[in-house]
């Protein structure tokens, strides 16, 4: 879907020779999708909503915090149009390209370093996360405060804050990585255990309980990494196997059916037919005539 997207510069935003702005706002459902010539970090302090980025739309709650590239088109929305009885609100911490420049001095780690050169270039993608310990929280109320109410030196200590929100969220970034690639890796050594153990009686709450993972989430895993549900991608499965067999031996198609998993002969024959085209027997007869062929 295409939305009329208005462009919001940083000139406007950057005052006081600051190169960067925050503010606490009140989301409206009239809010207009943007994209800015300026980084941003958001960080929903109140009530509930929308975040609606590019062509997608995702619900938003307290506590959640968005790091938003430039050129990326989106807008926050309240559920409804009563502010009163349903209010979005959010601080909003935007920040100048150049201003990651200066700050990368102060870098000395070189994962932070790579983290402002990846931002300041335009290398580090749309991230959200959760504030789970309220560190984010602190830093936008301090960092709101400080830009509100400035005192002697608010410019450094604007810049630190900065820096320690930035931190943070390279911290969260990489314990979603780590977090991920476990994931990834407990999921394939699931797919290892089906490939040894397809042919005896399997549910997906059986596997949830077996793995520790929720029903719905493992049927979220199985679709990220299969583009199947569970029970989709365990059906392909058997009858793979079951074309080994035909193709391997010369067991009765009743014995390779029970080999595979499926005790009633129709609803194996029903099945394979569904997923191949043709019927066991037909297949065996077929993959027989061309490997005598090939020979």
Same mark, same amino acid.
């Given at each position: =879907?295409? %939305?009329?997207?208005?462009?919001?510069?940083?000139?406007?935003?950057?005052? !006081?020779?600051?190169?960067?702005?925050?503010?606490?706002?009140?989301?409206?459902?009239? @809010?207009?999708?943007?994209?800015?010539?300026?980084?941003? #970090?958001?960080? $929903?302090?109140?009530?509930?909503? /929308?975040?609606?980025?590019?062509?997608?739309? %995702?619900?938003?709650?307290?506590?959640?915090?968005?790091?938003?590239?430039?050129? $990326?088109?989106?807008?926050?929305?309240?559920?409804?149009?009563?502010?009163?009885? @349903?209010?979005?609100?959010?601080?909003? #911490?935007?920040?100048?390209?150049?201003?990651? %420049?200066?700050? @990368?001095?102060?870098?000395?780690?070189?994962?932070?370093?790579?983290?402002?050169?990846?931002?300041?270039?335009?290398? #580090?993608? /749309?991230?959200? #996360?959760?504030?789970?310990?309220?560190?984010?929280? !602190?830093?936008?109320?301090? =960092?709101?405060?400080?830009?509100?109410?400035?005192?002697?030196?608010?410019?450094?200590?604007?810049?630190?804050?900065? +820096?320690? +929100?930035?931190?943070?969220?390279?911290?969260?970034?990489?314990?979603?990585?780590?977090a991920q690639a476990a994931q990834q890796t407990s999921f394939h050594m699931l797919l290892n255990e089906l490939d040894q153990h397809y042919n005896q009686e399997l549910?997906?709450? *059986?596997?949830?309980?077996?793995?520790?993972?929720?029903?719905?989430? +493992?049927?979220?895993?199985?679709?990220?990494?299969?583009?199947?549900?569970? /029970?989709?991608? +365990?059906?392909?499965?058997?009858?793979?196997? @079951?074309?080994?067999?035909?193709?391997?031996?010369?067991?009765? $198609?009743?014995?390779?059916?029970?080999?595979?998993?499926?005790?009633? $002969? %129709?609803?194996?024959?029903?099945?394979?037919?569904?997923?191949?085209?043709?019927?066991?027997?037909?297949?065996? *007869?077929?993959?027989?005539?061309?490997?005598?062929?090939?020979?």
């Amino acid at each position: =879907m295409n %939305h009329p997207v208005e462009t919001y510069r940083g000139e406007h935003f950057f005052q !006081k020779n600051l190169l960067l702005y925050v503010n606490r706002a009140v989301e409206s459902i009239m @809010s207009p999708y943007h994209d800015h010539d300026f980084l941003e #970090c958001v960080y $929903i302090a109140e009530g509930t909503g /929308y975040h609606h980025i590019g062509d997608q739309v %995702h619900k938003v709650s307290k506590g959640q915090v968005f790091f938003i590239p430039i050129g $990326i088109s989106h807008v926050f929305r309240p559920l409804s149009t009563n502010k009163k009885s @349903s209010p979005l609100g959010v601080f909003n #911490c935007v920040f100048s390209p150049l201003l990651l %420049h200066k700050l @990368s001095a102060f870098a000395s780690d070189y994962r932070l370093a790579q983290l402002l050169n990846d931002m300041e270039n335009g290398h #580090c993608p /749309y991230y959200s #996360c959760m504030d789970n310990n309220d560190e984010f929280e !602190k830093l936008f109320r301090s =960092m709101h405060r400080e830009y509100e109410l400035p005192r002697t030196g608010s410019s450094d200590y604007l810049h630190s804050l900065l +820096l320690q +929100l930035l931190v943070t969220l390279q911290r969260s970034m990489e314990h979603d990585n780590l977090a991920q690639a476990a994931q990834q890796t407990s999921f394939h050594m699931l797919l290892n255990e089906l490939d040894q153990h397809y042919n005896q009686e399997l549910t997906l709450a *059986k596997l949830a309980e077996a793995s520790g993972w929720s029903e719905r989430h +493992l049927q979220r895993l199985f679709m990220q990494h299969t583009k199947q549900s569970f /029970y989709r991608y +365990l059906q392909n499965l058997r009858i793979q196997k @079951s074309q080994e067999l035909l193709r391997g031996s010369m067991l009765k $198609i009743s014995a390779i059916a029970e080999m595979v998993g499926y005790r009633d $002969i %129709h609803s194996f024959n029903a099945l394979f037919k569904r997923c191949t085209g043709m019927t066991p027997s037909v297949y065996r *007869k077929e993959t027989t005539i061309t490997g005598k062929l090939i020979r």
